[in-house]
């Protein structure tokens, strides 16, 4: 892989980063509410204080001015973000943006991470099963893969809350471990978040193992049309190596790129998966967010999220480099 391949990336996923968080920007700023002002209000009325005072100190506090020029708005948000500030709250002022994603970011990268892998390989696993099988075996794939894919995460999330959460009493009922156990390095910890993340992971593979299976089989045909499987047959090459040197190997390559797209998929419906569990991830507190009009809070979530899709772009693009000589040689 080049340098300058590398280089270039680089500055393609930078240059995409500022585009969202001008996107992001903006399109909060268009949002309908006048937040400071309540804020100001609600102040001014449990601190004595005129509501001209109360209103500046609500602006300082937020660093957000709605009467303040776009240009000058966007300056002190850039300013802000370059120091790594991302706001306070304005529901909680007494806790920082940056330390609500430290304490709900790592559950749902938790939840997400493992989702994706396990949907990944086991994607990988019956899409290259059903390029090489017939009969039962490719009719039940199939069949699930049809009734999976047209149900939305949210649906799953439900039906499983419903018969495994309320009826069945099988897993907890919210939460990401238990009040009882200890948190640190201790098995009934790691268990206790196991447990609670079970469901949230389980419907994130239900809903995402299909696609990836599908676009495993359609690349493993494919493979299997090359010109060097055909040599490979014609060597006498055992069919089981085939298969796994030859199709499988190279069918998973275009795949690779579209992770980081199912990445930033599972963390998008993330408040309606995790909502459902009540799960508390980066879902929960974004659907919060929104519901409580703390707009500072969604902008630095928003902004977590986009930049933890266009970083994951940026691995796949590299990871796809060093997995395909052909890339590596353009």
């Known amino acids: 892989m080049s340098p300058t391949y590398v280089i270039k990336k680089i500055g393609v996923s930078l240059l995409t980063a500022f585009v969202a968080l001008i996107v992001v920007f903006f399109v909060l700023r268009l949002m309908p509410g006048d937040v400071i002002e309540v804020n100001a209000r609600a102040m001014a009325d449990q601190q004595g204080i005129d509501l001209e005072e109360a209103r500046r100190r609500v602006v300082m506090r937020y660093n957000h001015d709605p009467d303040e020029p776009l240009h000058q708005q966007f300056g002190r948000f850039m300013g802000a973000l370059a120091r790594g500030d991302l706001g306070t ?18 559950w749902t990268l938790f939840v997400v991470t493992i989702a994706t892998v396990i949907s990944f390989l086991l994607g990988i696993f019956f899409g290259a099963l059903m390029a090489v099988k017939k009969g039962i075996v490719n009719f039940l794939i199939t069949f699930y893969v049809t009734i ?171 990871l796809y480099a060093k997995l395909d000589p052909r890339i590596r040689l353009e």
Not at 89 to 103: D, G, H, K, Q
Not at 205 to 221: E, H, N, P, R
Request: proline share 5%; hydrophobic share 55%; net charge positive.
């Open 148 to 318: 999976i894919s047209t149900t939305p995460a949210y649906i799953i999330a439900i039906l499983l809350s419903v018969f495994l959460v309320f009826r069945a009493g099988l897993f907890p009922i919210g939460g990401v471990y238990s009040i009882h156990v200890d948190p640190g390095f201790n098995l009934p910890f790691f268990a206790s978040v196991l447990w609670h993340a079970a469901l949230p992971i389980f419907t994130f593979v239900l809903a995402t193992t299909g696609g990836w299976i599908l676009q495993m089989k359609g690349a493993s045909i494919t493979t299997l049309g090359e010109d060097y499987v055909f040599a490979a047959r014609a060597r006498g090459i055992p069919e089981r190596i085939i298969r796994n040197r030859y199709m499988k190997k190279n069918a998973m390559i275009p795949l690779v790129t579209t992770l980081a797209m199912a990445f930033g998929g599972m963390i998008g419906g993330a408040p309606l998966v995790e909502g459902q569990f009540r799960y508390m991830g980066m879902g929960v507190q974004m659907a919060q967010a929104i519901g409580q009009r703390d707009y500072i809070l969604y902008q630095g979530l928003l902004i977590c999220v986009s930049l933890s899709v266009i970083a994951a772009n940026l691995i796949a693009d590299l």
């Open 89 to 106: 709250s304005m529901f909680n002022p007494r806790l920082t943006v940056n330390t609500i994603l430290a304490n709900v970011l790592p």
